[in-house]
């Protein structure tokens, strides 16, 4: 609730410049203690993910490197 909240002041906000959330934007809700915000679609206009890559690196709603050391073929 208070994410969408914000999310609705930036783009009120952002209006009276002539600027807007991009379409592309994603949101990705990081909680290493409960994992009851599968269920989160999407926050506003942003689609809620459980990762993506970044700058080459994959970040995950965990908190943890663990995904992205699997995929890079670490040990």
């Known amino acids: 609730e208070g994410l969408v ?3 609705n002041i930036l783009e009120q906000d952002s209006a009276a410049y002539g600027l807007g959330i991009n379409y592309k934007t994603k ?3 990081v909680d290493r203690e409960h994992d ?3 269920e989160i679609m999407s926050i506003g206009s942003c689609a809620v993910v459980q990762s993506f890559v970044y700058l ?3 970040i995950d ?3 943890s490197c663990e995904n ?3 995929r890079r073929g670490w040990p």
């Open 5 to 7: 909240a914000l999310l």
């Open 27 to 29: 949101v990705i809700i």
């Open 36 to 38: 009851n915000h599968r």
């Open 56 to 58: 080459g690196s994959l």
């Open 61 to 63: 709603n965990s908190g």
């Open 68 to 70: 992205e050391i699997r």
